[in-house]
DNA sequence: ACAAATAGGTCAATTATATTGTCCTAATAA
DNA sequence: TTATTAGGACAATATAATTGACCTATTTGT
């Protein structure tokens, strides 16, 4: 057992620990409106990408349709997304945070943008840009970073 | 909605993909072995601290001991981890893993370990220590940490 | 010696998250 | 007009986690 070998333990370790904080406040955050995590990485990704369609949410999300099915009634119950039948195509349905929804996703993530925020901050330097870099790496397998890639924020047809 | 605001977004984003492929392959691999991730996250611990505590091994995963039970269980069914009586107090059973539980674990590990080695050799520079910089911070105030500070492998009485 | 505390195990009920499979409607395309 | 597509719904199942209650064995403190 080297030491590099030792370093790397250490970096899986790190993964570990580091995304469980990364998600704790959220968490804790969403209980009282009745949600979970999954409903707070919907509301995320409807944010990120207003309009965007079901089976669309579904590739970013990597889950099965009959997953995405409840927790997506569930906010549409709680008046936090709006469903719009598509101009283009009545079949599709586009994904809208209301006011509300945007009021609640606004919160959460604000929380987690100061926290990695304060992080950079303090570490300074391009420890931003380093942590961006290994992550994009990471990141640039999923399906769902397609809708990521350039300027593309509603549709392209 | 700033620059800066979208950059952090996009860090959010990545957090959550990163993980995603961060977990999925040592996951595939697993599947032949009837396990899940909770299992290999066992593994992964009583690797990195042999002779743990039951009790300090939930004090890592920040789980209840019902939830460690059988998953704990499991794995010395399938002969892959030890539990031993703890000379110093009977009453704690201290982990280890078999030659077995071994050999998987450094599969499971090598895998994540070479996949984050190749991305921070291939980007050079001082990428690995700026990510790990910014993972420390995030994972310091994880309980479980406490095991990993300073040079106690085994345990101090 | 004996009561209290501790480490750990077990059983039950519940919740959340996900899967595959099947079947359905509505809208569009060939 | 048939086939395909987007989406929804229902059922059965699996995994992962929770809280609560109760049990044994061991050690500690009085």
């Not at 469980?20 to 944010?47: N, S, W």
């Not at 604000?110 to 901050?121: A, D, Y």
Request: glycine share 6%.
């Amino acid at each position: 057992m080297n030491e590099e070998e030792q370093q790397l333990n250490k970096v899986l370790m790190l993964f570990y620990f580091g995304y469980r904080t990364f998600t704790e406040k959220p968490d804790q955050m969403i209980e009282k409106y009745g949600i979970q995590r999954v409903h707070h990485r919907i509301l995320f990704f409807i944010a990120r990408v207003p309009g965007i369609t079901v089976n669309d949410l579904l590739s970013i999300l990597e889950v099965s349709k009959q997953a995405l099915n409840a927790p997506l009634r569930q906010l549409y119950e709680k008046n936090l997304i709006k469903m719009v039948h598509a101009d283009y195509d009545k079949r599709f349905k586009q994904l809208y945070l209301t006011d509300q929804g945007k009021q609640l996703e606004s919160e959460l993530s604000h929380v987690q943008r100061e926290q990695m925020k304060t992080i950079f901050n303090s570490l300074g330097g391009n420890h931003q840009e380093a942590w961006i870099d290994v992550m994009n790496v990471l990141a640039k397998v999923r399906p769902g970073q397609q809708f990521f890639n350039e300027q593309n924020g509603e549709r392209c047809d």
